[in-house]
């Protein structure tokens, strides 16, 4: 099992500020098959990123995902006040399939 | 539009069962695989297994055996999730997620809470 360690756990920022959140595999990622998924207290998660760096449909240019192999980022460029939440990792190359733990972004 | 709705809050008993539905549309059913996922209060996602909507073959992840089914009636495009002998480790959100060919879940339903309680 592909075990997924994001890091920071917590990372505190004011709105405007660039966001940098890493998510590192146990092993290698098949196919670079790496997702982002943003949740918000209360709701569903909501995809961002597949494909280590293509980001989903409706999803603003802020974000971006980058990496291979076993070392990916997402990149929020500037925050947005919405965009204060939890986001997870997933690796969707191998089963069985895993999240990381999550890295809350929340507002300094 | 493509939308995953899925039943409302349960609370139940040690040891009863309940059975979650995720009913989709805005999409043919059948071509996209179901997936399942867990999260427990204040906890991150757990991927519990998915179901081949072709097929109905379900797979499921280690530790989501015996006591979890996942289940299909394709003629209301409607996955469904049953879990038996509940226990209170099991009170969580169950999530459906759509999940595209390669892998990764496009579509989630709203959640649902399944609280276990004497």
């Known amino acids: 099992e592909i075990v997924l360690t994001q890091s920071p756990g917590t990372l505190s920022l004011s709105p405007g500020e660039r966001a940098t959140l890493s998510c590192r595999a146990s092993?290698?990622?098949?196919?670079?098959?790496l997702a982002w998924y943003q949740q918000k207290r209360g709701q569903a998660p909501r995809l961002l990123i597949y494909?280590?760096?293509s980001r989903a449909t409706g999803i603003p240019d802020r974000f971006s995902g980058s990496g291979s192999g076993t070392d990916f980022t997402l990149t929020i460029s500037r925050l947005e006040p919405e965009d204060f939440a939890v986001y997870y990792c997933?690796?969707?190359?191998?089963?069985?399939?895993?999240f990381g733990q999550g890295t809350k972004v929340e507002i300094k | 539009q493509v939308q995953l709705v899925q039943s409302g809050s349960e609370l139940k008993k040690p040891g009863a069962s309940v059975k979650v539905s995720c009913k989709a549309s805005?999409?043919?059913?059948?071509?996209?695989?179901m997936n399942w996922v867990r999260q427990a209060p204040g906890q991150g996602l757990e991927w519990m297994g998915w179901?081949?909507?072709?097929?109905?073959?379900?797979t499921y992840a280690q530790g989501f055996t015996g006591r979890f089914v996942f289940s299909l009636d394709t003629s209301v495009s409607t996955a469904y999730l049953q879990i038996s002998s509940l226990k209170a480790e099991d009170t969580a959100v169950y999530y459906c997620?759509?999940?595209?060919?390669?892998?990764?879940?496009?579509?989630w339903g709203q959640g649902t809470l399944v609280t276990v309680s004497s």
């Open positions: 997620g759509r999940g595209d060919r390669t892998g990764y879940y496009d579509y």
């Open positions: 805005g999409y043919t059913f059948t071509r996209y695989a």
């Open positions: 179901i081949d909507t072709n097929t109905g073959n379900p």
């Open positions: 092993q290698s990622v098949s196919s670079n098959y």
């Open positions: 494909g280590a760096s």
């Open positions: 997933q690796q969707y190359g191998s089963s069985p399939e895993t």
